[in-house]
């Protein structure tokens, strides 16, 4: 059943169109207020005596692809209330048309969505394709205007940290785990500034958090009852890196082992002679470094000899320092996986492969493809000659870790000379899969025995590590809890940041981003 539409229907409710009139781009609609009443705003008593009208101007949503301005009739009332200090006041139209707005609450509700999902300019440019026309310095002002919007107190979060700028600025976010949205943005990542934020919220009782100590000792300190917990992601990537690094300690061993001690450079491409010349000089810097430390000096006196930083000189003498061939990113690594299955199916013609390639979306150069399957007939030899190149610490680390069936011949041969010349190694690998095992398992009562196998290992710090945050470690095996989702937070923030270009001080920030939730 179709119903007729008249001119009211049009305008917000309680108001009623006396005249629709186009002017240029513009639809002009005169508004007068059905009611014969109003309220005095200070003192709530009801008032009949009108005493003047005037005029105001205020936009409204666009109507068939034309602006729309609203004239309303406003009429001034007189109070009666012997007490009330206001003798005239302007009538109140609600949440339709707050005093002093130039837009309807309606508009305004669109505009503070729009400038919560994009920002200032692309904001303002968009509006007006909407015939909304706002400035970007007004969407702003409608952002902070609007201000957070109310939620209830949180009782479990996450808490981590995020660059404003990186390696130089660092602010804190923290979120609501149960509503699974942000809470609050705090400026650094001070332990003090997160301590006063987590004792204004007394009621929270669990902090997921990452394995830094500052967020630990801020929530130790202002909520000493509450249940902290590590994050699992962090404890899986710290425990593999731990890994990594115990490889790069048994590097000498390795090329020991593996009998080559010594490289020709004569065999090497010009990237790798590049690399082993750097490694020289490396070495020369190592055992300059080594040298001292063998005399008793300590590390701030090694630095202030050599003039090498403090890093590099903790490094050496950790044995993190011992690579010949560091690997680098290739472009076929999304198509290794093909690549592998068209080698095992006997087609071993580098430039039909990139052909092949190329119809998939790979956009690299023949030559690429061709390097690799030169590799790769070479690897498929396993003599003497293929072994006296050792791999990097990385590749010998993912060699270890993965399964035999995916090796080539010369890498399992590799693994295997590794495997019974460096046990050390190997022992360490094994207390890293224990350890996975045990966080994906959720065996929280093989976590005492894990660490009394760790630190008599190559993996000694990270089991030591470990043992110091035992009950978040320990609370981040059997707790459903982790802070994933403060990780997700924080990309979103990251876009809503660069969206902005960097230049959004941090109340904008937060009422984008909290707001938009």
Known sequence: MSTKLCASDLVPAGFIAERITRVGDETCILLSRTSATAACPACGRMSRTVRSRYCRQVADLPLSGRRVRLLVRTRRFAC?????????????????????????????????????????????????????????????????????????????????????????????????????????????????????????????????????????????RALPDAVQVADRWHLMENASRAFLDAVRKSMRQIRKTLGATRVDPKLL??????????????????????????????????????????????????????DVFRSRESSLEMYLEWLDAQWAAGKRNGTELWRRLRTQGFRGSRRVVSEWATRRKRADKADAESLTRTPSARTIARLLTTNRDTLTKSETVTIAAIES?????????????????????????????????????????????????????????????????????????????????GRGKLDLLQARLIGAT
């Not at 302007?90 to 837009?103: I, K, S, W």
């Not at 190592?286 to 005399?295: E, G, H």
């Not at 009394?452 to 030591?464: H, K, W, Y």
């Not at 981040?476 to 989702?485: D, F, H, K, L, R």
């Open 421 to 501: 010349g460096v046990p050390l190694l190997i022992a360490a690998r094994e207390i890293i899969t224990d350890f996975h095992l045990m966080v994906r398992r959720k065996m929280e009562n093989q976590l005492m025995p894990w660490i009394d196998r760790a630190r008599d290992s190559l993996v000694a710090s990270f089991g030591n590590g470990v043992a110091k945050d035992i009950q978040a470690v320990r609370a981040a095996i059997v707790s459903p809890w982790s802070n994933g989702q403060t990780e997700g937070q924080i990309t979103k923030l990251k876009l809503v940041k660069r969206q902005m270009y």
């Open 269 to 322: 491409t010009a990237a790798e002679r590049l690399q082993y010349e750097g490694y020289l000089r490396r070495e020369q810097t190592n055992a300059a470094i080594m040298a001292l430390a063998k005399d008793g000096m300590t590390i701030k006196e090694i630095v202030r000899r050599t003039g090498h930083s403090r890093g590099l000189v903790r490094q050496v003498l950790r044995g993190q320092r011992n």
């Open 80 to 220: 009666d209330a012997v007490l009330c200090g206001r003798q005239i006041f302007a009538e109140r139209f609600g949440d339709v048309l707050p005093p002093y707005a130039r837009r309807t609450g309606r508009l305004e509700h669109v505009v503070h969505h729009l400038a919560l999902a994009l920002g200032g300019r692309p904001a303002a440019r968009f509006a007006q394709r909407l015939m909304v026309p706002v400035s970007n310095d007004t969407l702003l002002r409608v952002i902070r205007r609007h201000g957070l919007p109310p939620s209830a107190p949180p009782s479990v979060i996450g808490i981590d940290d995020w660059a404003w700028r990186r390696n130089h600025r660092y602010g804190t976010i923290v979120c609501d785990l149960e509503r699974r949205r942000p809470v609050s943005l705090l400026p650094d990542r001070e332990p003090a500034t997160a301590e006063a934020w987590l004792r204004q919220n007394r009621q929270i009782q669990i902090v997921a958090r990452d394995r830094g100590g500052a967020y630990g000792l801020a929530a130790a």
